[in-house]
């Protein structure tokens, strides 16, 4: 089954404490995008990859980074979280950059720093 | 600033009767727009699409307006069904980047 998965799904954690968010799918995508979503303010994109050691900053991309060393994985990594990076996050993955392909998204991480 | 701007948040309609969900975008180089749905505790998932070469596109009870001019699109729901309840969001972007409306949450009333 084609799918972009998400772990974990739910994460409680407190502020300065690393994490990594992991995503992976099964589509041989080059794109890989993550978002994060937070209420009145829809999906705003972090960071991107137009291919394996590709990534490029989106519109919010302070205090987060991402590495692609494989097509497949597109790791999301806060080194210091903060309770302001409490948020529902979303990796998403297209054949090429969007909009002309449609992205397919992940089930979310909820991420509640403390 | 935002470049895709959805200014309902919610909208309620009864079952059987039109939907129609709004969507403004600021960027005149965007060409390309797509309206996803969001059900609860899911990802967003593709719903349709319109590229700026046309007006409109239909896909069974879905259809899309784009008036260029107007920087504007518009989703139609006809008939609306109560599974159509749920979180709707237009998007478009272009060089790499990609750009989300903040929402309009419908509610289908049986």
């Known amino acids: 089954e084609a799918q972009v998965t998400q772990n974990p799904r739910y994460l409680i954690t407190v502020t300065g404490k690393k994490l990594t968010v992991t995503c992976s799918q099964n589509m041989n995508h080059e794109y890989m995008s993550w978002y994060r979503q937070d209420p009145g303010l829809g999906l705003r994109q972090i960071y991107y990859?137009?291919?394996?050691?590709?990534?490029d900053k989106g519109d919010v991309p302070e205090g987060y980074k991402v590495s692609r060393k494989e097509k497949r994985n597109f790791p999301l990594i806060l080194e210091s979280p903060s309770p302001n990076q409490t948020s529902l996050y979303f990796c998403?993955?297209?054949?090429?950059?969007?909009?002309?392909?449609?992205?397919?998204f992940g089930p979310g991480t909820r991420l509640t720093v403390t | 600033d935002q470049q895709v701007k959805q200014n309902s948040p919610s909208l309620s309609v009864q079952e059987g009767r039109i939907s129609i969900l709004n969507c403004d975008y600021t960027n005149s180089m965007f060409d390309y727009f797509l309206w996803y749905k969001k059900y609860p505790a899911e990802g967003p998932t593709f719903l349709i699409s319109?590229?700026?070469?046309?007006d409109k596109n239909e896909d069974g009870r879905f259809t899309v307006f784009l008036n260029k001019s107007a920087k504007h699109l518009s989703l139609h729901i006809v008939p609306s069904q109560p599974g159509d309840s749920a979180v709707y969001f237009c998007a478009s972007g272009g060089f790499n980047k990609f750009y989300f409306g903040s929402g309009t949450k419908l509610n289908v009333k049986p």
């Open positions: 998403a993955s297209s054949p090429t950059s969007p909009p002309t392909y449609e992205q397919y």
């Open positions: 990859s137009m291919n394996v050691e590709v990534t």
């Open positions: 319109i590229s700026s070469i046309k």
